[in-house]
């Protein structure tokens, strides 16, 4: 399987994990080491950075991580560069989780501030992995400020409902440039083998995994449903066919 | 849009009350059923109709509770701040008219306390004062914000209802959350049991979510006052205040308290024990109605003080609650500075936070201590 590269990173794991919503610290821990992620994130507002013994910190303290922070909480874009700038300081990570939700009902993400903290945040040098809607307009305009890769939404967050955005999912995958994420939505292992065969570089799961009532081999399910779902994708699928292909041809008289 | 004063006043208490009272078992097999709920299912939910389908609530709250805040439970405690209160409330130990000694703490002692607090691990505190707006007034409260904020990640007040502005000035200060909570939404009766004070204006104290909404105040927290009137019809306009707030400030959190009465020491002057409580609920219906809000409403917060006994909250940490206190202490001081002054009301689950963590540890769920950063406020 090829690796994803985003930023000159190289990830042989195509499936990046959340560190909310589990029962322990340590269940977190195991849960992701059996999923094999690279890629953890981690909200800004739940880790205590001045505490060298911070408990979500310590379990996530494994060379295979990479912390990827998120600015869950914020407002608006200013909110979100003070807030990336502090996670910068604190976790010593360029790399950022651009998240900006200002309805905590549904946490469904502004585009309109996203793009404004976006531009600015890539030219303070951050590496910046947008949370948004699966709004491929949006996603090619990210992709002119400069962001790393584009994480549009399968459905909402938390919901378990899957590719809900597929048709808009597609077409983001068909035109992007920088590697897309899917996030937010995905409740099975088929949901994310199904992201990956339609060429998304990566899934992001946090609520599946963590509510589950067995992390650890949820967590495992999760990384061999990513692995056969990319494994499909560049093996070529076989299209499933509209119509038929009948064994006399209409047009063999023209041979 | 319509204010909600003016969706307030095209219901009636009795209506209301005899809607709910009517629901069926259908009524309450569809609402379970839906996967959006409205309002009317909520008054299946709570009606007499649901207390057969109370597991079947249960599960579903828990589930519904899971899926949206995982398996953790968001810990906080109270810091009260004065007792000092110029409002009688027929219910409270603050009541201007109950001959109790009167504190309002130092800033020193704010400090005291607030160690005292922050060693047993907390990192989300309520500040809590009667309504007394010379001594606890804006400048006071922004003071003790200011004290605070090296101290705690996420501050939040019960307090008198303030001005938009005022809000707008503790909201720089760090303030977080505001909790006020209407105590009862009859408003005939409001009157009897607020005779006397800035509190005994019942239309101030309806719209100041709306202050607060317009205020940017991040979070904010509705209740009642569960055993002044009937329980089921104010928690019916509980959850129609609740719904028309997420519409008009959809960019505001908000979360519900379950606080039912408890015995109070009233030491009137005639020496005589007040017992109010005429509409006491029980604790199948209090889980029922904590059911059916979170069936209602997956988003919203649900919280639960230590007014309620060990065997209750222990088992209905499971079933829909997101936040808890413990070791809690409702009285100016009670932390350190002055342990024994009198409290507003006596808790009934005395276990430290240490000992709550462990039991919902127990339980399979994560103590939570921070879950906010000082500089996102």
């Keep these: 399987m090829k690796p994803l590269v985003i930023a000159n990173k190289t990830f042989h794991s195509r499936l990046f994990t959340g560190t909310g919503k589990f029962s322990s610290s340590l269940l977190m821990e195991e849960a992701l080491l059996a999923s094999g992620s690279e890629l953890v994130t981690v909200a800004l507002k739940r880790v205590d950075t001045q505490n060298p013994n911070d408990d979500i910190l310590k379990h996530l303290a494994h060379p295979q991580f990479n912390l990827l922070p998120n600015t869950s909480g914020v407002r608006n874009a200013k909110e979100a560069v003070f807030a990336a700038q502090m996670a910068r ?10 998240e900006i939700h200002p309805d905590p009902k549904y946490l469904l993400p502004d585009p309109v501030e996203t793009l404004k903290a976006a531009e600015e945040l890539v030219k303070l040098g951050f590496i910046v992995l947008p949370y948004i809607h699966a709004d491929p307009v949006l996603c090619k ?27 808009f999912l597609q077409i983001i995958i068909e035109q992007s440039k920088v590697p897309v994420v899917v996030d937010a939505g995905i409740g099975a292992p088929s949901h994310a083998a199904a992201a990956l065969e339609m060429g998304a570089d990566a ?44 064994s006399s041809p209409l047009t063999s008289f023209l041979d | 849009m319509s204010s909600f004063k003016e969706i307030f006043n095209s219901h009636t208490w009795s209506e209301v009350q005899q809607s709910i009272s009517s629901k069926t078992v259908k009524d309450v097999e569809h609402a379970l059923q839906k996967e959006k709920r409205d309002i009317e299912d909520f008054k299946a939910l709570i009606s007499p109709a649901a ?86 007034g804006v400048p006071y409260l922004k003071h003790a914000i200011q004290l605070l904020r090296p101290y ?39 009157k009897t049991h607020h005779p006397k004070g800035k509190k005994s204006n019942f239309y101030y104290r309806l719209e100041t979510p709306d202050r607060l909404g317009k205020a940017a105040i991040y979070k904010i927290g509705l209740g009642i006052l569960i055993g002044l009137e009937d329980w089921r019809t104010d928690s019916f306009f509980t959850a129609l205040h609740l719904n028309y707030l997420e519409k008009t400030y959809w960019q505001t959190k908000y979360s519900i308290s379950f606080p039912r009465l408890r015995p109070i020491e009233l030491a009137k002057e005639d020496g005589q024990h007040i017992q109010p409580a005429s509409q006491y609920i029980s604790d199948k219906q209090l889980v029922q109605l904590i059911c059916a809000y979170r069936i209602f409403n997956e988003e919203v917060e649900l919280s639960l003080s230590t007014r309620e006994s060990e065997t209750f909250r222990n088992h209905s940490l499971k079933l829909g609650i997101t936040s808890m206190s413990a070791g809690s202490k409702t009285n100016p001081g009670g932390y350190s500075v002055e342990p024994q002054s009198l409290e507003q009301f006596e808790i009934s689950d005395e276990r430290s936070p240490k000992e709550i963590a462990h039991i919902i540890k127990q339980q399979g769920y994560e103590p939570v201590w921070k879950d906010w950063d000082k500089i996102l406020s």
């Excluded at chain 2, 209160?85 to 130990?93: E, R, S, V």
């Excluded at chain 2, 008198?160 to 009766?189: D, I, K, M, S």
Aim: charged share 20%; proline share 3%.
């Design chain 2, 51 to 136: 207390e057969a389908y109370l597991e079947q609530m249960a599960q579903l709250s828990h589930l519904l509770t899971q899926k949206r805040f995982g398996k953790t439970m968001q810990m906080y405690a109270p810091m009260y701040l004065s007792n000092e209160c110029q409002n009688i409330c027929t219910y409270c130990a603050f009541s201007l008219d109950n001959k109790i000694k009167r504190k309002t703490l130092s800033d020193a002692e704010i400090i005291q306390e607030a160690e005292a607090i922050k060693a047993m691990g907390y990192d989300h505190i309520l500040l809590v004062t009667g309504e007394a707006n010379q001594s606890v």
């Design chain 1, 89 to 98: 300081e604190a976790l010593e990570t360029h790399w950022l989780k651009l």
């Design chain 1, 203 to 246: 899934v992001l799961v946090n609520t599946a995994i963590a509510v589950s009532e067995q992390p650890v081999p949820m967590a495992k399910a999760f990384k061999l449903a990513v692995e056969a779902g990319r494994m499909a994708y560049e093996a070529k699928l076989a299209q499933p066919k509209n119509f038929a292909e009948p």
């Design chain 2, 152 to 190: 705690f990640s996420n501050i939040s007040i019960e307090v008198q209802p303030l001005e938009q502005a005022e809000y707008e000035v503790l909201r720089q200060e760090g303030l977080h959350t505001v909790l006020v909570y209407q105590e009862t939404y009859h408003q005939e009766n409001y």
């Design chain 1, 141 to 167: 305009r990210l992709e002119e400020v400069g962001v790393a890769a584009v994480m549009p939404l399968g459905s909402v967050i938390g919901s378990n409902k899957g590719l809900q955005t597929k048709d």
